[in-house]
Structures are given as structure tokens and as C-alpha cells.
């Protein structure tokens, strides 16, 4: 079993930043992709960004290049997502997901409980 653990959300004004993290602990996360999706009221949960745990390897979707970077702690088993000039767009619960790597819910057997972020203009 990996348990993961999101922290970092609030409100914030459009344009600002925030920095959400997801500590994993359980099974070893060698092999494991990490990946955060997000899901707005009313809406479907939507990829924004992934890494492999080892390689370094990253993707992210449309909407977050140029302003979110998925990063990662290794010895502290801890993924970031820094999000920069957040809109109103951006505002939805996000998660933390671990899983084989995919833009799609259904590569991910692990989630986190998620953290609300709020964006107002």
C-alpha cells in the first residue's frame, strides 16, 4: 500500500503563487510515476502534471506549462507542485495520484485526499 498526504492549498489572489506537496510513504516509489490531477466543481478530475519518481522525467498538460513545475524530494518522499500567476481557472480540489504514468485517472492506483485551492480575482 502507498498512503499519500496533500498539503499546501488556501485562497489566494489571482496572480500569486502556491506550493502544494504530497508525502508518500508505504511501498517503495522507485518504479511509481507521480502524477497531480485537479477537479473543479461540476467537473470532470483533469491531469495537470507528472514525474517519474527516478528519472526525472516530467509532463504537464495545456493549462500548466509555463506556470506549474512538478518537482520532488526523494529522501523525504515528497512531491511538489509549484503553481505560479494563478487565475480563477485554476481554482479546484487537487491531487496527488501514484501509479504506472498516464495523462488518464484510470494509470494511478494511488490517491491522496486532496487540497482545495481557491483563486480570486
Known amino acids: 500500500q502507498v498512503q499519500l498526504v496533500e498539503s499546501g492549498g488556501g485562497v489566494v489572489q489571482a496572480g500569486n503563487s502556491l506550493r502544494l506537496s504530497c508525502v508518500a510513504s508505504g511501498r517503495t516509489l522507485n518504479n511509481f510515476v507521480m502524477a497531480w490531477f485537479r477537479q473543479a466543481p461540476g467537473k470532470e478530475r483533469e491531469f495537470v502534471g507528472l514525474s517519474s519518481w527516478s528519472g526525472g522525467v516530467t509532463r504537464y498538460a495545456d493549462s500548466a506549462t509555463g506556470r506549474f513545475t512538478i518537482s520532488r524530494d526523494n529522501a523525504k518522499n515528497t512531491v511538489f507542485l509549484q503553481m505560479n500567476n494563478l487565475t480563477p481557472e485554476d481554482t479546484a480540489v487537487y491531487y496527488c495520484?501514484?501509479?504506472?504514468?498516464?495523462?488518464?485517472?484510470?494509470?494511478?492506483?494511488?490517491w491522496g485526499q486532496g487540497t482545495q485551492v481557491t483563486v480570486f480575482s
Open positions: 495520484a501514484a501509479g504506472i504514468g498516464s495523462e488518464r485517472t484510470i494509470g494511478y492506483e494511488y
